[in-house]
């Protein structure tokens, strides 16, 4: 029995079946590249969601990690740290707000800004106590937990998992006049994505987050921009709202803020929202710890030295006009912002998963995302001839 087949098994008889991922079983992981427990070598397009946008292990990430093991790993926000502040500044500095809030996990910053606007919408907007309201969009992804899940458009993602908390509107994504219509006097917040990636890589049309930005401003509702995943350099920009020079309220960042080596999240914004916090209201005993920070820190000045988001801009340029001279008869368009790149796949042509698989097959990871896209959103230290190679083997599959 190979390695990977003894893993797989073990695997299957200890694990939640939550989810279904490729049969491969990695064990190493560096830059764009990851080994298998077999010594398969393969070029990781995914990229952990956008969590690994430094590259697997960097080196300076590490270093920063390692370091802070040597000193102190867990004060709890019963004390100070003293790497904490280092972290909020720098973090404040690249999103250009005056505070900002440290979770670990995505949904956490999620849950943190839902907090934040409400709080903000019964203390400063004046909304009557129990009315807040937050429109989020259809194709949603926020997080997975309850309250998130409740205001998910996709049925599985709820199904079995309610009641749900209320105080949520939806309206479809990307189409404005259904926003504008859709606030009332109690509406606190508009959240969103500046793209879909959960979604199934989905651009809103050009001047959507301009225009919405416009109407949350004139109508005294905060804009949430769930960065999570379009943030730290993906589309090719620090932030995705920065293609329609957008600033919004506030941000939620995760995934790659912990360089792929420890979950860190966080919401920034300016004093006048974060201010609705006062001690006790709110909180996370690993939120902001000294090692967090270390390496939030680190992962922050990677992106900045290393200039990763103009690299994801031209490489993700060259990549999309790539993808788009192969001849396919399977692939119905191409679309995405940077290095985060769908590959629709006709319906007639079967699901995407297939394609993932055989692309695997030929040492490309990549994962299907909503049945009919193949994400391609590699680490943004890879290189032009790193995207040949993997144009190469990509073209094999869809041809
Ligand atoms: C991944 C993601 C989340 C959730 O982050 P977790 O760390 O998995 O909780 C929230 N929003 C977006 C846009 C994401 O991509």
Redesign the pocket.
Known sequence: MSKTKEILTQTEKYSANNYHPLDVVLSRGEGIWVWDVDGNKYMDCLAA???VNQGHRHQKVLDALIKQTEHITLTSRAFHNDRMGEFLHKLCEVTGKEKALPM???????ETAIKAVRKWGYEVKGVEEGKAEIITCSG??????TT?VGFSTEAQYKDGFGPFTPGFVTVPYGDIKSLEDAITPNTVAFLF?PL???GGVVVPPEGYIKKAAEICKQKNVLMVA?????GLGRTGKMFCCDHEEVVPDVY?L??ALGGGVY?V?GIACDDDIMGVFHPGDHGSTFGGNPLGSAVGLASLNVLIDEKLPAKAADLGKYFMEELNKIESPHVDHIRGKGLMIGVVIKESSGTARPFCEKLRDLGVLAKETHHQVIRFAPPLVITKDEIDWALERIEKVLK
């Open positions: 969601y956008s969590a670990n996990t995505g949904a956490e910053a999620v949603n992804f926020h997080g997975r937990t998130i994505e879909q990636g959960e769930d960065e999570i995943q379009t939620i995760g995934k979950p999240s």
